[in-house]
């Protein structure tokens, strides 16, 4: 057989055996662990401010009224709402 | 562009996927020639080649081919990898003969395929198996032209004498 001929023999084919699915998990865990990074770099990053912010006067004088409502059960409970939608949108947006 | 690989580059995994499931076997079977027939390091690699594809995507614009432009992150991954260590010589051969092809020759040919060096491996693999044009050859492993081409030369050549020992 002609040298040629042989090189040009198509390669062999390579069945899939779940190797696209790995990749893809893989490529799904990478951006979520990168999305973790990035979160944890932003809080730290808000950190310090947030520490210093009780002593600074930035002339946000909340009403008596938004005060007892930021001290209520209803920011908390309504902060955890906004979390999970917007975790649940950042997980399953790409599905 | 590719739709798919349009929509792969906004972000789409479902359509990276699709690229994945497209490419991964010519892919794989050109790492497995140039590792010599690792198939554990080829598939490695591969994931490497296809995840930093994923990452590079958006800046993919389009000039020349998308597989053209995966083989050379492929090269380059091997390229690096053979710096690191130095490859296993080729033990075993579970992938078989294509149909029309005399078996014991195709074995010979992956045999003395191992015995080139990594650039005449490569070109003549992109040129021939996979009939890549010259040009684009020479992109994916970024060489000149006039490189490529003596890479293919010489690797024809020392096939030829190394076949010659094993003809029938």
Request: hydrophobic letters at 45%; one cysteine or more; a positive charge.
């Amino acid at each position: 057989m002609n040298i040629d001929d042989l090189l040009n023999q198509p390669l062999a084919p390579v069945r899939d055996d779940g190797f696209s699915v790995r990749v893809v998990r893989r490529l799904r865990a990478s951006e979520q662990r990168m999305r973790l990074i990035l979160w944890g770099l932003l809080a730290a990053a808000f950190l310090p401010v947030l520490a210093v912010l009780p002593y600074v006067d930035i002339g946000f004088h909340p009403s008596a009224q938004t005060l007892q409502m930021l001290n209520s059960q209803v920011a908390p409970a309504l902060a955890t709402i906004l979390f999970i939608i917007f975790m649940w949108k950042q997980r399953f947006s790409r599905l | 562009m590719k739709d798919a690989v349009r929509l792969a580059a906004t972000g789409d995994a479902a359509a990276f996927g699709m690229l994945v499931r497209e490419h991964q076997s010519a892919l794989r079977g050109y790492l497995r020639r140039l590792t010599r027939g690792n198939h554990a390091l080829a598939d490695d690699l591969a994931q490497e080649t296809f995840l930093e594809a994923h990452r590079k995507i958006a800046q993919f614009q389009g000039h020349g081919s998308f597989t053209g432009w995966l083989y050379a992150i492929a090269w380059s991954r091997f390229l690096m990898e053979t710096r690191r260590r130095k490859l296993e010589p080729l033990d075993d051969m579970d992938e078989g003969a294509t149909p029309d092809c005399d078996p014991h020759l195709k074995l010979d040919l992956e045999k003395a395929l191992a015995m080139l060096r990594p650039p005449e491996r490569s070109a003549l693999t992109l040129c021939f198996a996979l009939g890549m044009p010259h040009g684009e050859a020479a992109e994916v492993m970024q060489v000149p032209l006039g490189t490529l081409k003596s890479h293919v030369a010489r690797g024809r050549e020392k096939l030829k004498t190394l076949l010659k020992d094993h003809a029938p």
